[in-house]
């Protein structure tokens, strides 16, 4: 399988932005879909995730509320759409892929996305004026 996100660039405080992470060579698989973030120096932070099965999401709390993820299945893409973008929402984002049967969003998302195999290779979120 791969991995592509998209859509990241330079916003004002309180704007909102849109990802797109296009996956490939999951179709007909029960997978989990998740999008991660990670400053210069810090750890990688999971966001929010979905189950390709039940379409069950999860998020963080420091995103709940602002951020919404969904499935585009005709374009066999996961949207992330950000609102009242803060200037620490600056980090490159990914999105990442995981088939295993055992994989829960929840958990899978709280450490950041350990263990999986399929990452895209990020794009750029500056939130600043």
């Known amino acids: 399988g791969q991995v592509e996100e998209s859509g990241g660039g330079l916003v004002q405080p309180g704007g909102s932005l849109t990802l797109t992470c296009a996956a490939s060579?999951?179709?007909?698989?029960?997978?989990?879909i998740g999008w991660f973030r990670q400053v210069p120096g810090k750890e990688r932070e999971g966001l929010s995730c979905i189950d390709s099965s039940d379409d069950w999401t999860f998020y963080v709390d420091s995103v709940k509320g602002r951020f919404g993820i969904s499935r585009d299945n005709a374009k066999n893409t996961v949207l992330l759409q950000m609102n009242n973008l803060k200037p620490e929402d600056t980090a490159v984002y990914y999105c990442?892929?995981?088939?295993?049967?055992?994989?829960?969003?929840?958990?899978?998302?709280?450490?950041?996305?350990?263990?999986?195999?399929?990452w895209g290779k990020g794009t750029l979120v500056t939130v600043s004026s």
């Open positions: 060579g999951f179709t007909g698989v029960r997978r989990v």
């Open positions: 990442a892929v995981d088939a295993k049967p055992t994989r829960r969003c929840s958990s899978w998302t709280l450490r950041g996305g350990d263990d999986t195999d399929y």
